[in-house]
């Protein structure tokens, strides 16, 4: 509804709901330079939440902070009685702000923590925390011997877009000796908990990792501790469909492996905001190229990201790249899928780049040539300066992770909460 119709192309439309288009729309006109910004749709978040409760109800969600560190998603998570999966001092600050007691709300989820932010943790009162090793029993033993900590098993993310199990968690054979060391260290060890990786979409994955969750609590129990929390990490997806297909069988495995005594907890990020955040981007300028251009280097190489310059195509350079919230095409696997948002009327028909329109790639606004972020599309039209592109499900691991590098700023924040039926 918001994307200029082509003879050549099919220009995708944005799905968003009327309000958060009606934001959009108005915001890129009503703009006075080419800044990005984002629309947030704080509804979208609390229905995200009604399908938690419906699809895991003895689960409680405790939000990952790092996927978007945003004061209002986290006070309206705080809101709706989430907890919340802290890192780092700065994320646990900010858990408390949105309304987190530190001893009830607040999962310091870090399996290697450092002195000074453990002893951040241990003057506020944040108890619950996890390790994965006995090096880091010793040093919870030292500084903060009240706590009590969570094991982290290592437990298949093969089928994840990011894995984690390369850098924490413990093997199962490595479990029973991180367990004596707590018990000769007076570490009270209350849970289990694991990973299977962020954007993990197999089933069977989370149900082998609930079956090494029980096999831990029984060789905790082996050694004379009864844990009582587990919890099944994050990784779940933003998409509907496809966390109820996830969420319904990781229930069935649940019931069976731990059906009582058990307080359950989770770390979904991506689940809560993905699909509450759409990105607008301004073309603040185009270039055509042709085989006749010479956009190699003296090596031949072509810039990054699979942008291949040598060929006859449509350049559209837009305000925000891959330093600022388009980073998660790096660090989360993400892809970009631009949406037309508002053509510039101020500017004529001639002033739009002719090509053909199935060759059209996208970079951000910074000197660097590893700044592209749509290699090649084939659903964007001719475009011109001064038009507004769209990136619907924007919001996870865009925000935190992006920058101000080359001194372009970070997207403005535009707020709505769409109601639902």
Known sequence: MCAIASQHVITPTLACPTAVHDALVSTAREREDESPFFVIDLGAVREQHKLWRKHLPSVRPFYAVKCNPDDRILSLLSELGTGFDCASVDEIQAAMRAGACPTNDIVYANPCKAASHLRFAADRGVKRMTLDCVEEVEKVAAMYPTAECLVRLRVDDSSALCKLGNKYGAGMDEVPHILRAAVQRGVSVVGVCFH??????????????????????????????NMSVVDIGGGFPGDRDTFAGIANVLASALDHEFSTGVELIAEPGRFYVEESHVLAVNVIGTRRVSTADDSTDASGDTPAMGCDTRQDHNMVFVSDGLYGCFKNLLCDHATAKPAVLVRNEGSSDSQALPGRPDTTSVWGPTCDGLDCIVPSTPTLPPLRTGDWLAFERWGAYTISTASTFNGFPLPDKVYVDEARA
């Not at 989370?206 to 004379?224: E, Q, S, T």
Request: charged share 25%; aromatic share 4%.
């Open 196 to 225: 299977v990786g962020s954007g993990c979409n197999d089933t069977s994955a989370y149900v082998r990792a609930v079956r090494d969750a029980r096999h831990a609590v029984d060789l905790a129990a082996d050694v004379g501790i």
